[in-house]
């Protein structure tokens, strides 16, 4: 396996690798590596002749200081799990300063309204550092293929905005969400949660499914006065938003149109962790 500190080596190596019709996988992330993470990883391995993969726990994307400064970083252990999954993959893990150059800053962007509901409405600015880290590392990487968890649907659907307004030449590709035993999706964040929490955090996918069912035979209103009575009595999980959206535009609904693809988004909190999760209703 090769490790890159720093993107002029990165760069510079993936030069000499690189032939007229090879192809390059791409997989970011902020480590703490999951199966999900991995799932991701195996798909760039069999569908590309090299594999990148990136951790870096990007600062402009977090609205949240506390969230920033509790990220789990487990570099060590990320390796040896990549190490077991292939010694093919090229690991990027940049500081902050390879990546920025003393300006940690975001670029502002325009994702044609994408980026107005849900994690950008309850996370001001978290789109714009998203937005600033992936095209920094497109531009690093230059990768033929990019993969990208549906688990992040809202991300998935504007970095896909991104690269076509940028003009980028790199096809985003969206993999599904990998769940643990109990269905609740993975996540480095569920490592900071009680076993307990862990355990009763299912509730989040549960009401999910039960969501998708009522959504067949009432109104999106209903169905997202099901799901607030749901957590209403709930004191351990507080729901800060359950949102049913248009796929393509991921506007709130308000009348069911035929023929629309339909897919619900939550976030919840259990103490201070935020956990999200979504749902296809089609
Ligand atoms: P993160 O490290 O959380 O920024 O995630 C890196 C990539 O992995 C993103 O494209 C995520 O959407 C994806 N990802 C995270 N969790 C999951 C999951 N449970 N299933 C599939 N993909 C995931």
Same mark, same amino acid.
């Given at each position: 396996?090769?490790?890159?500190? +720093?993107?002029?080596?990165?760069?510079?190596?993936?030069?000499?690798?690189?032939?007229?019709?090879?192809?390059?996988?791409?997989?970011?992330?902020?480590?703490?590596?999951?199966?999900?993470?991995?799932?991701?990883?195996?798909?760039?391995?069999?569908?590309? $002749?090299?594999?990148?993969?990136?951790?870096?726990? &990007?600062?402009?994307?977090?609205?949240?200081?506390?969230?920033?400064?509790?990220?789990?970083?487990?570099?060590?252990?990320?390796?040896?799990?990549?190490? +077991?999954?292939?010694?093919?993959?090229?690991?990027?893990?940049?500081?902050?300063?390879?990546?920025?150059?003393? $300006?940690?800053?975001?670029?502002?962007?325009?994702?044609? +309204?994408?980026?107005?509901?849900?994690?950008?409405?309850? /996370?001001?600015?978290?789109?714009?550092?998203?937005?600033?880290?992936?095209?920094?590392?497109?531009? #690093?990487?230059?990768?033929? $293929?990019?993969?990208?968890?549906?688990?992040?649907?809202?991300?998935?659907?504007?970095?896909?905005?991104?690269?076509?307004?940028?003009?980028?030449?790199?096809?985003?590709?969206?993999?599904? #969400?990998?769940?643990?035993?109990?269905?609740?999706?993975?996540?480095?964040?569920?490592?900071?949660?009680?076993?307990?929490?862990?355990?009763?955090?299912?509730?989040?996918?549960?009401?999910?499914? %039960?969501?998708?069912?009522?959504?067949?035979?009432?109104?999106?209103?209903?169905?997202?006065?099901?799901?607030? &009575?749901?957590? /209403?009595?709930?004191?351990?999980? %507080?729901?800060?938003?359950?949102?049913?959206?248009?796929?393509?535009?991921?506007?709130?609904?308000?009348?069911? #149109?035929?023929?629309? &693809?339909? /897919?619900?988004?939550?976030?919840?909190?259990?103490?201070?962790?935020?956990?999200?999760?979504?749902?296809?209703? $089609?």
């Amino acid at each position: 396996m090769h490790i890159f500190y +720093g993107k002029v080596a990165l760069i510079a190596y993936l030069k000499t690798i690189k032939s007229t019709n090879s192809t390059l996988g791409f997989v970011p992330t902020m480590g703490a590596l999951h199966q999900g993470h991995l799932a991701l990883m195996q798909r760039s391995l069999k569908e590309n $002749n090299d594999t990148v993969v990136s951790i870096f726990v &990007n600062p402009t994307q977090f609205n949240n200081l506390e969230d920033l400064e509790k990220y789990p970083r487990t570099l060590e252990e990320d390796v040896k799990k990549m190490r +077991g999954l292939s010694d093919k993959i090229i690991l990027y893990a940049p500081s902050v300063d390879d990546i920025y150059e003393g $300006n940690t800053m975001s670029q502002s962007f325009d994702f044609d +309204g994408l980026e107005n509901q849900m994690e950008g409405k309850f /996370r001001p600015g978290h789109f714009n550092g998203v937005g600033t880290i992936v095209k920094r590392l497109f531009e #690093i990487v230059s990768p033929t $293929n990019a993969y990208f968890g549906e688990k992040d649907f809202q991300q998935l659907q504007i970095v896909k905005k991104m690269v076509e307004k940028h003009n980028l030449s790199v096809n985003v590709v969206g993999c599904p #969400i990998f769940r643990e035993e109990n269905q609740l999706a993975m996540s480095s964040r569920n490592e900071r949660l009680t076993p307990a929490e862990r355990k009763e955090a299912a509730i989040i996918y549960k009401t999910l499914t %039960e969501a998708k069912e009522v959504f067949k035979v009432k109104s999106p209103q209903e169905t997202i006065e099901f799901v607030e &009575n749901s957590f /209403r009595n709930n004191e351990r999980f %507080e729901l800060e938003y359950f949102v049913i959206a248009d796929e393509s535009t991921l506007l709130p609904v308000e009348d069911k #149109i035929k023929d629309k &693809n339909y /897919r619900a988004f939550i976030a919840v909190f259990v103490n201070s962790i935020r956990l999200i999760d979504t749902i296809s209703l $089609n």
